[in-house]
């Protein structure tokens, strides 16, 4: 399920917007300021986050630039909103590094198009669509992992990682992130955590031929290749 933080300080915007997303599937967080928005991301990294401009104290644009400059937020998919309507302001969320941009007032059949669409290109683990990379199909739908009709039995842990896996291929990702984007938690988790959960998924996928897909980079992580990209 995607996890999307609302950063609004106006509750009734707030609370109309977490009930549709809610009502459409989605995880919600809520955060009234930039400061209670910060303290979320600390603690586990959102899919998405949903950030009003006109913030009490620090900004929403200033928030947003803070993310794109720090490493762990730098790719953290943001759409802002904001009830400014002129070009300059549009321009300035955008520099800032929001990935969209509503002005309100907006209609829900939209923030949900606007969220399904960055979220496409932005994290598509957090996305029900099928994914398949080499002949290995992830279904998240059904839940299911299979090659050429063979079915993989994977944990609910090895899941999720292999879905990250397979929609970031050819990326290394370092412990600490595919904690954050995995566990969604990179503080309380030991990064072995994570050589166990990868070892195991290696077992799993080892009957289709697939457990040399995930390999190691020393020194670095983890990454998914794909075998038309190791020929290369
Ligand atoms: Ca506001």
Known sequence: MSRILVVEDEAAISELISLNLRHAGFEVELAASAEQAQLAVDGALPDLVLLDWMLPGQSGLALARQWRAAARTRDLP???????????????????????????????????????SVLRRRAPQALDSVVEVDGLRLDPGTRRVSRGGTEVR?????????????????RVHSRSQLLDRVWGDHVFI???????????????LAPVHCAGMIETVRGAGYRLAQAGALSK
């Open 154 to 170: 994977v944990g609910p842990t090895e899941f999720r990682l292999l879905h990250f896996f397979l929609t970031h291929p050819e």
């Open 78 to 116: 943001i759409i802002m909103l904001t009830a400014r309507a002129d070009e300059a302001d549009k321009v300035g969320g955008l520099d800032a590094g929001a990935d969209d941009y509503l002005t309100k007032p907006f209609g829900i059949g939209e923030l949900l198009a606007r969220i399904r």
């Open 190 to 204: 030991e990064e072995r955590t994570v050589d166990v959960h990868v070892k195991r998924l290696r077992e799993a």
